[in-house]
T-cell receptor, first 113, second 112 residues
Framework: GENVEQHPSTLSVQEGDSAVIKCTYSDSASNYFPWYKQELGKGPQLIIDIRSNVGEKKDQRIAVTLNKTAKHFSLHITETQPEDSAVYFCAASRPGGYQKVTFGTGTKLQVIP | GAVVSQHPSWVICKSGTSVKIECRSLDFQATTMFWYRQFPKQSLMLMATSNEGSKATYEQGVEKDKFLINHASLTLSTLTVTSAHPEDSSFYIC????????FGPGTRLTVL
């Protein structure tokens, strides 16, 4: 099955700086890579996603890059704000079927004001 | 759009009792819903996949007789934790698929 590794497990940045979270996946058939933000005591919220036919996607301060050859993808948050503090999960999913999503281990991001 | 709700948001029960958690897709029809379990400071662990009108598919190591899943309609799936024990205490999260997966807010279960 799919295995998704995520680094770092914790990340502290100063407000205004950038944050980068990296993930690798094992299943070359995976073609959908969402990123989720989870605040304490809440369910994960989809913040951005990318499909394998695209190398990069950007939405305001958030961007995701995908390298299919190397099987890794990254989340970039620029101009971080205290409200960006949360746990971020990367995930990978195969096409078709029940589209099970395999989650990474999570990164706790702390933005220091 | 694409809102998923869960009820209750938290529940405390005595050991040996059963607890039912509801997951609803409020503004879309979901042919597939997923149930996850999350321990503190850990990732989400998929428990089972449920499709409307058919039996759920459980992940390896998840007891189907303990975690009963019913997906009676395109907008409702339920998870019943039967004969709950303290080790079942966890954060249970459902998701519903509409192109992408959208997650519910989670249910905190505490078994005394």
């Amino acid at each position: 099955g799919e295995n998704v590794e995520q680094h770092p497990s914790t990340l502290s940045v100063q407000e205004g700086d950038s944050a980068v979270i990296k993930c690798t996946y094992s299943d070359s058939a995976s073609n959908y890579f969402p990123w989720y933000k989870q605040e304490l005591g809440k369910g994960p919220q989809l913040i951005i996603d990318i499909r394998s036919n695209v190398g990069e996607k950007k939405d305001q301060r958030i961007a995701v890059t995908l390298n299919k050859t190397a099987k890794h993808f990254s989340l970039h948050i620029t101009e971080t704000q205290p409200e960006d503090s949360a746990v971020y999960f990367c995930a990978a999913s195969r096409p078709g079927g029940y589209q099970k999503v395999t989650f990474g281990t999570g990164t706790k991001l702390q933005v220091i004001p | 759009g694409a809102v998923v709700s869960q009820h209750p948001s938290w529940v405390i029960c005595k050991s040996g009792t059963s607890v039912k958690i509801e997951c609803r897709s409020l503004d879309f029809q979901a042919t597939t819903m997923f149930w996850y379990r999350q321990f503190p400071k850990q990732s989400l662990m998929l428990m089972a996949t449920s499709n409307e009108g058919s039996k759920a598919t459980y992940e390896q190591g998840v007891e189907k007789d303990k975690f009963l899943i019913n997906h009676a309609s395109l907008t409702l799936s339920t998870l019943t934790v039967t004969s709950a024990h303290p080790e079942d205490s966890s954060f249970y999260i459902c998701s519903a698929r509409y192109r992408e997966q959208f997650f519910g807010p989670g249910t905190r279960l505490t078994v005394l």
